[in-house]
């Protein structure tokens, strides 16, 4: 600053109420957080419904699975994941002052985001079989008529492809930047979050 000459010094009130804005708002993001919370949330509820990956459209279900639920409440091949509905809608968001999560306590949840192998025990089961002008077969337990029989089902395994679910891409930190931006923008504003 000049010792001799002239000085214009400007203290202007609403500029520095905004500054003031904009420092809570840094200092304490916790809404900006809660918002990115439930953004991720979406955009995870988003990737069960397009059924995609970071790398691309999940593996289809086998075509032994896809049988199994033709003819059901399910629908073939269609909602990988969603049959139930259980896992999609057990997707949550947390936040707080300094961080914005996602997940699930649903605990297949990480076999399916992950993949692997899950190995059943032998057992041994009930089954009922009926007699129709077809021959024998498979009738429920209530069933008048039926011949029950002991049977042993053996050890195997079963392959579980990875499906994620739970990601970010270029597009998801384009709008979490992209919210970020916009509360800075209203607390300059004056709006505020």
Same mark, same amino acid.
């Given at each position: 600053m000049a010792t001799e000459g002239i000085q214009l010094r400007v203290v202007d009130q609403a500029v520095m109420a905004t500054l003031d804005r904009i420092e809570r708002l #840094?200092? !304490?993001? #916790?809404?900006?957080?809660?918002?990115?919370? /439930?953004?991720?949330?979406? +955009?995870? $509820? +988003?990737?069960?419904?397009?059924?995609?990956?970071?790398?691309? =459209?999940? $593996?289809?279900?086998?075509? +032994?699975?896809? #049988?199994? +639920?033709?003819? /059901?409440? $399910?629908?073939? !091949?269609?909602? *990988?994941?969603?049959?139930?509905g259980r896992l999609? $809608? /057990?997707i949550v968001g947390e936040s707080s002052d300094t961080e914005a999560s996602v997940g699930t306590n649903v605990l297949y949840a990480a076999i399916h985001q992950l993949g692997g192998e899950v190995k059943i025990p032998e057992r041994e089961q009930d089954i009922h079989l009926?007699?129709?002008?077809?021959? =024998?077969r498979f009738v429920k337990a209530s069933a008048k008529? =039926?011949?029950?029989?002991?049977? %042993?089902?053996?050890?195997? %395994? *079963?392959?579980i492809p990875a499906r994620p679910f739970l990601y970010l891409d270029k597009e998801d930190e384009a709008e979490i930047k992209h919210i970020v931006e916009n509360a800075f923008r209203a607390e300059a504003d004056g709006a505020g979050p």
């Open positions: #840094a200092t !304490n993001p #916790a809404a900006i957080m809660a918002e990115i919370a /439930s953004f991720l949330v979406s +955009r995870t $509820q +988003r990737h069960f419904q397009t059924e995609t990956g970071p790398d691309g =459209k999940w $593996q289809p279900l086998s075509p +032994r699975t896809a #049988a199994r +639920r033709i003819g /059901s409440r $399910q629908r073939g !091949n269609a909602h *990988i994941l969603r049959d139930t999609y $809608q /057990s009926g007699r129709t002008n077809r021959g =024998k008529r =039926k011949e029950t029989m002991r049977v %042993t089902i053996g050890a195997h %395994t *079963i392959e």
